[in-house]
């Protein structure tokens, strides 16, 4: 069978390979049926697990991710709070910290934040939602609101 390069790595390895690790094949199979607003955070996510001098293990990887996505009900809220987790934990590296995770606990908080925004924004009330808007943004929508017309 032809090899397949790696992309990140340059590796070659062929699908025999990856078919014959069986973490590797389900963690595959749980990133396939997620959306691509979910796995491609999640990827990124258990990339922050991974040690200086090794490569996290296909079994500690599944693991993780399925804790991650047992973390809430709601996937796209998970994927959101992945996101910003990365860009979180990736910003502290760029400033000098190195450190691989080792537990979700950061996760769990901004999943927490996010579960609180949404929930504040949803109980606003319908008047405060739709409250006139104040100087430019008064006049620009007096504008659209002439076109319109």
Do not use: W
Not at 93 to 118: C, F, I, M, Q, W
Request: hydrophobic letters at 40%; a positive charge; glycine letters at 6%.
């Amino acid at each position: 069978m032809k090899e397949i390069r790696c992309p990140a790595c340059h590796t070659h390895l062929t699908l025999e390979q990856i078919a014959e690790d069986e973490a590797l094949r389900e963690l595959m199979g749980v990133l396939a049926d997620l959306p691509r607003e979910v796995s491609r955070p999640l990827v990124a996510y258990l990339g922050l697990f991974r040690g200086k001098s090794r490569s996290t293990a296909y079994e500690r990887q599944l693991r993780l991710a399925r804790e991650a996505l047992a973390l809430a009900a709601d996937t796209s809220l998970v994927g959101a709070a992945l996101s910003e987790t990365v860009e979180a934990i990736r910003a502290k590296r760029d400033s000098g910290e190195n450190k691989p995770l080792t537990n979700h606990n950061y996760l769990k908080r901004v999943l927490e934040s996010l579960g609180a925004r949404a929930e504040a924004s949803s109980a606003l009330p319908a008047s405060t939602a739709t409250r006139p808007a104040k100087g430019v943004a008064r006049a620009l929508a007096v504008l659209d609101a002439g076109r319109q017309q």
